[in-house]
């Protein structure tokens, strides 16, 4: 649980959450979701926002107003449709500085786009619902990349096969390939396929 959650937090959180490769939903099995989420509230509280340039800092602004007004409406409809489960404080010098949050939604089918930045959504899924869990990704219509935690091969394997995605990582963060250096590509809606890299 441990090694999901550090990888969860740079994969969410790491860059402000700018990144195309950024984790945007975490679907957590049932059985688990409260040790876990109760681990990631803890993670986030330990994160500190504020001037990059300094290394005391783990996240910084997002780029702009425009992005910083595209969270804060999510986020307003998130109220709605889900459950805050933590949100970091900004610092009082505001600033384009979006505070790391995430919320428990009931399905992906409740994300109309991407939300770029520090974002997540955490859905909970039952142990025989993996095969609905891998129809509901491949619907969204995004396949940049894909993170797999098990301790079991098979099931990390029937994930890996059965997804739409560019990238699948098993059991490490889904953040800081190189480009031109390791293969990197997407399908659908993130991509037109060719790998860069070798």
């Keep these: 649980p441990e090694q999901v959650i550090e990888d ?66 999510h986020y307003d409809r998130m109220t709605k449709e889900g459950e805050l489960l933590y949100q970091v404080s900004v610092p009082s010098d505001a600033g384009h500085f979006f505070g790391p949050c995430a919320f428990e939604i009931d399905s992906a089918k409740r994300l109309e786009r991407e939300v770029f930045g520090p974002f997540l959504h955490v859905i909970r899924f039952k142990v025989g619902d993996l095969g609905r869990v ?28 059965a997804t739409i995605a560019g990238n699948t990582y098993i059991n490490r963060n889904m953040i800081g390939a190189v480009v031109g250096v390791q293969p990197f590509g997407g399908a659908g809606l993130s991509g037109t396929g060719p790998k860069a890299g070798g």
């Design 134 to 161: 891998v129809e509901e990704i491949n619907a969204t219509g995004y396949g940049l990349t894909l993170g797999v935690h098990s301790r079991i091969q098979h099931v990390a394997e029937e994930v890996f096969n």
């Design 8 to 73: 969860v937090i740079r994969s969410s959180f790491d860059s402000a959450g700018q990144r195309c490769s950024a984790l945007r939903v975490l679907y957590v099995q049932d059985d688990v979701a409260e040790t876990m989420i109760t681990m990631l509230k803890g993670a986030m509280a330990e994160l500190s926002m504020g001037n990059p340039g300094l290394l005391s800092t783990d996240v910084g602004p997002v780029i702009d107003d425009a992005s910083k007004q595209t969270l804060q409406d």
